[in-house]
């Protein structure tokens, strides 16, 4: 680099070319300003008042279905953005069997999400299909004017009206009909998101979906099939039979549900349309690590649950850290489990047990069992029961049945014990090495580390309030299964033990 | 050195005539004129279907050619000329609307026993009409029709009119049949309700026509800033 | 004789059907009643008029055009139509495929809907007449707190399409009048009197209380909000506009 310049200078400075060094200096800075001042965007600068962040071009909006959202704005400058929104009256499914006539913008509900940016002049039109039967307008909670564009945008089936706004305030808005009776059209459907991104855009994550949840209110109740009707009455009791997130109770479940890799982050746009319920939003297995409370600037960290108010909206953010399927809920339980208030995030990919690590072990607590348990101790009760000497086969068959009562808890069904918790007495060295010592165990009880089959066992048995018989029995059953030295232990080999201490 | 000289001086008056604002040419009295639908250059109009010099879109033809001299028996199909009730002025002649054709019409509907709205619209039409150049109000007139035609008779409109100052030339006041009223509101888009016998519930709007009764701009609302109202105005008197 | 007795029977025959054989009417009552946008539970009277049993077909409707071409599509003025005027028709004076001539004419503007029943000597219903008859169900004259009366006109809110059913194809009424609800909108003489325009708050003189916002504390019923859905329509129209789902049918003075 600097040889290159040592080099022009050099040339310079030879007469042939006969220029002064310093005019040359001189018309060469007078270019690069030029140069700059023409090409470099002087609409950098950042202004105080958003009403005077001037346009730059025009665009057309890119509308999309829920629970996909338009692509980010980025670090575009404001522009002129045409939105052109269609009003359709339509039937589809609440849940399986129960049809609800739908009024939409758009033809989903909720409506299509609109992205826009602080400063952009938006020309919406808002045309209302000819085979409606209603007119219909639109409130943006974006725009700053009156009636929020309702009352410029009231408009009859077969007809469009057009009016422009400028977004002022960056954050995430709620749109919904105005038209009398306004909860009856909102409580068809007929709200949406319009998000406005500050300069220079929302920070970038990896995945970014759109959830809007909404009560509904039909003649029959939850469940009852067939084309439903809406139910004024209940609607101003506020007696939901659907609460749902996109419009249906299925809307975000199975193979709708949203997905998402292990390591990503994850924004939700969640709004909440109402028309009469306050949503308690949750997504189970999850925290948010990020929450853009009422879709304002102010942001909370770490928080399980959000409420999202009707006619309000939040953005969520998290990253997912562990494979499997998260429910999104509102946490007014009823209305997850009973009235469909539910959705799923699918994530995939690799597994981290630290995190999480799912089931590690399985078992049956059996806290009781047949006899009574009691700490070991010295050894100072004695017991003294006389009987007869059984056969082998009798023994086996009573050993097994105290040992299902008395045993099984913790050494298992086969013996084997539970990994770091129980040792084996299946093919047990430890003990198949001391028969005395093992009736010692069964009497007393047994604490410290044992090492069992070259593993290490440190916890506690209790001693066991049976018979020397019984000990005798279950012995023999454990010694002659599974393998060990098949020891037919005697009521006068416990006896023995017993007295000996 | 020369040559440097040269090129900076011709690169410095590109920039600055590139952003000079041209003047707007006056609207064309003949048969085509185009504009730019992007506006590029505000109401600038152009004599050829060409590219906006600016944002290089196609030009569009501007509709409704505001040309002064109309045939007497040429009413275009927007005309409110086409209506054919009969209306009595506050002067007591009968007339019907296209009597009232070749000057620019502005128009409002009041009711002479209003006591809110309308007298402040009369006042908005006053003050629309100060903003006027007095040489051009030869060309302009002001109707007032009223919802009322059962009490507004034509000598209470006139009443009505020396109590407003309103008594000019060109000051008209109409009164016309019941349908006829509601079929002219119809065409204005104005909405009236009576809901008492002296007293109506309407919507306040003003609108201007050009002198072949065509509609041409309204005004929704009570003290409503005039600035577009007059400018439009203004144009169709030129 | 036989002469002046003919005369009789035609002057009788004469008397006995209406003046114009082309559509019915029946004699409606008078009475009073409080409208949904009552002010001050205003009391409205009605004096006796003659309603059409029907609304105007589109085979009616045909004929009009035929015999008034000044109301065809291509020639109707700008000023009293929009361009939805008569779309789906397949010319002039051709229906559309999928229109059937019995089924009410929409798509027309109240300009039009205006001329054709003063062309009969007759002349569009008042919103008030209209609610009036409206409001009777099969068989009482005011069913208007009846559940099964509302749930029946919000059911056919929700019904698709139904501007191409035949007329007659609803409930006949107290006043044996079809098809006011259940079929189409109807146009009205001063549809432009419901000052409902969205959700405007706008200074329009000193009645707020005919608005949206507050609408539901001017009517006086809140629950009646079928009746809302006529009004809300009614506001959002302009006399030019033609829309699919509203048609209009004719009523007459009772000259005393």
Not at chain 1, 115 to 135: A, C, I, M, Q, Y
Not at chain 1, 398 to 419: D, V
Not at chain 1, 440 to 464: A, D, P
Not at chain 3, 6 to 19: D, G, K, M, N
Request: hydrophobic share 40%; net charge negative.
């Amino acid at each position: 680099m600097t040889n290159l310049i040592k080099h022009i200078i050099m040339i310079l400075k030879q007469d042939k070319l006969k220029i002064k060094l310093s005019s040359f200096l001189a018309y060469l800075g007078l270019v690069t300003v030029l140069l700059t001042v023409s090409c470099v965007n002087t609409k950098k600068k950042t202004y105080e008042n958003t009403a005077d962040i001037p346009v730059n071009r025009e665009m057309v909006a890119e509308l999309t279905a829920p629970p996909h959202v338009p692509t980010p704005v980025g670090k575009r400058l404001a522009k002129k953005l045409i939105v052109n929104m269609e009003i359709l009256e339509k039937e589809g499914e609440m849940t399986d069997g129960v049809k609800y006539v739908y009024w939409t913008f758009g033809g989903s509900v909720p409506g299509s999400f609109i992205r826009t940016r602080v400063g952009d002049e938006v020309e919406f039109t808002l045309s209302n299909h000819p085979d409606n039967k209603l007119p219909h307008n639109i409130d943006l909670h974006a725009v700053t004017g009156p009636g929020g564009g309702a009352t410029s945008s009231f408009v009859a089936p077969g007809h469009e009206k057009t009016f422009s706004f400028k977004t002022l305030n960056p954050g995430l808005y709620v749109y919904h009909c105005a038209t009398a009776p306004v909860g009856m059209h909102i409580a068809n459907g007929m709200y949406g998101l319009i998000l406005v991104e500050p300069e220079g855009g929302l920070p970038p994550v990896d995945k970014e979906y759109y959830i809007m949840q909404g009560d509904f209110y039909t003649k029959g109740e939850n469940g009852e099939p067939g084309l439903q009707a809406f139910d004024m009455n209940k609607a101003v009791d506020e007696d939901a039979d659907y609460v749902v997130f996109n419009g249906s109770v299925n809307a975000l479940t199975g193979d709708n549900a949203i997905t998402a890799k292990v390591g990503e982050t994850v924004r939700l746009f969640v709004g909440n349309g109402g028309p009469n319920l306050t949503s308690s939003f949750h997504v189970i297995g999850e925290i948010f690590d990020n929450v853009f409370v009422e879709g304002g600037d102010m942001i909370n960290e770490n928080v399980q649950t959000t409420s999202i108010p009707a006619g309000g909206a939040a953005i969520v953010e998290f990253r997912v850290d562990v494979p499997g399927t998260f429910i999104l809920v509102d946490h007014a339980i009823f209305r997850a489990f009973n009235k469909g208030a539910l959705g799923m995030l699918k994530v995939e990919g690799e597994d981290n047990k630290t995190i999480y690590s799912g089931v590690v072990q399985e078992g049956i607590y059996n806290p009781e069992g047949g006899g009574v348990q009691t700490m070991p101790d010295d050894g100072k009760a004695k017991q003294t029961v006389a009987t007869t000497e059984k056969t082998l086969a009798e023994k086996m068959e009573s050993g097994k049945q105290i040992y299902m009562q008395t045993c099984f808890a913790c050494h298992q069904a086969e013996g084997q014990g539970i990994p770091n918790a129980f040792p084996p007495l299946a093919k047990s060295d430890y003990l198949n090495a001391n028969v005395d010592r093992a009736i010692e165990i069964v009497l007393k009880g047994k604490t410290g580390e044992i090492t069992v089959n070259g593993e290490k066992y440190n916890s506690v048995m209790t001693r066991q309030s049976i018979s020397n018989d019984e000990i005798a029995d279950v012995l023999t059953y454990v010694y002659n299964s599974w393998d060990n030295n098949k020891t037919n232990v005697t009521k006068a080999m416990v006896d023995r033990v017993k007295s000996g201490h | 050195m020369k040559y440097l000289k040269f090129i900076v001086v011709l690169l410095v008056l590109t920039v600055i005539t590139a952003c000079k604002d041209n003047a707007s040419h006056k609207v064309s009295e003949e048969e085509s004129v185009y504009k730019c639908p992007m506006q590029c250059e505000g109401n600038k109009t152009y004599a050829k279907l060409e590219a906006c010099p600016v944002c290089k879109m196609d030009l569009v033809m501007v509709e409704n050619q505001r040309t002064k001299s109309v045939a007497d028996d040429v009413i275009s199909d927007e005309s409110i000329f086409n209506l054919t009730t009969t209306w009595h002025t506050e002067e007591g002649s009968t007339v019907q609307l296209k009597d009232l054709k070749g000057k620019t019409l502005v128009m409002v509907m009041i009711y002479t026993t209003c006591k809110a709205a309308c007298p402040r619209l009369v006042a908005d039409m006053r003050n629309i009409e100060a903003k006027i150049p007095k040489d051009k109000l030869n060309d302009l007139q002001f109707v007032l029709v009223s919802i009322d035609p059962k009490n507004d008779t034509p000598a209470r409109l006139k009443a009505f009119a020396k109590e407003n100052f309103m008594d000019g030339e060109q000051w008209t006041f109409l009164q016309g049949t019941e349908s006829g009223v509601r079929e002219f509101a119809n065409v204005l888009a104005v909405k009236y309700k009576q809901i008492s016998p002296l007293d109506f519930s309407h919507s306040n709007i003003i609108s201007v026509f050009n002198s072949g009764g065509e509609l041409v701009h309204q005004q929704e609302g009570l003290g409503v800033d005039n600035k577009e109202t007059v400018d439009s105005i203004l144009k169709l008197v030129q | 004789m036989k002469a002046v007795l003919r005369l009789t029977i035609c002057i009788l025959l004469f008397w006995v059907h209406p003046a114009d054989c082309q559509s019915k009417m029946v004699k409606i009552k008078g009475g009073t009643y409080i409208p949904l946008y009552g002010r001050d539970s205003l009391k409205v009277t009605i004096v006796d008029f003659q309603m059409d049993v029907y609304p105007v077909t589109n085979k009616e409707f045909l004929e009009f055009v035929k015999a008034n071409p000044k109301w065809q599509r291509s020639k109707v003025k700008k000023l009293f139509a929009d361009k939805n005027y008569l779309k789906d028709w397949k010319s002039d004076t051709e229906l559309g495929d999928q229109q059937s001539l019995k089924a009410p004419i929409t798509n027309i503007s109240w300009f039009a809907a205006k001329d054709y029943c003063e062309c009969q000597g007759k002349r569009l219903a008042t919103i008030d007449e209209w609610e009036y008859v409206a409001m009777s169900n099969e068989t009482i004259p005011d069913a208007r707190t009846l559940k099964s009366y509302n749930e029946f006109i919000l059911g056919w809110y929700e019904k698709p399409k139904t501007f191409n059913n035949e007329i007659g194809s609803t409930f006949k009424n107290y006043w044996n009048v079809y098809d006011l609800h259940g079929l189409v909108w109807e146009w009205t003489l001063d549809f432009n009197s419901v000052l409902v325009s969205g959700e405007s708050r706008k200074d329009v003189d000193n009645d707020t209380n005919l608005f949206c916002g507050s609408a539901a504390v001017g009517a006086t019923d809140l629950m009646n909000y079928a009746a809302f859905m006529r009004y809300a329509i009614r506001g959002s129209l302009k006399a030019k506009y033609a829309m699919k789902n509203l048609g209009f049918r004719c009523v007459r003075d009772i000259n005393e």
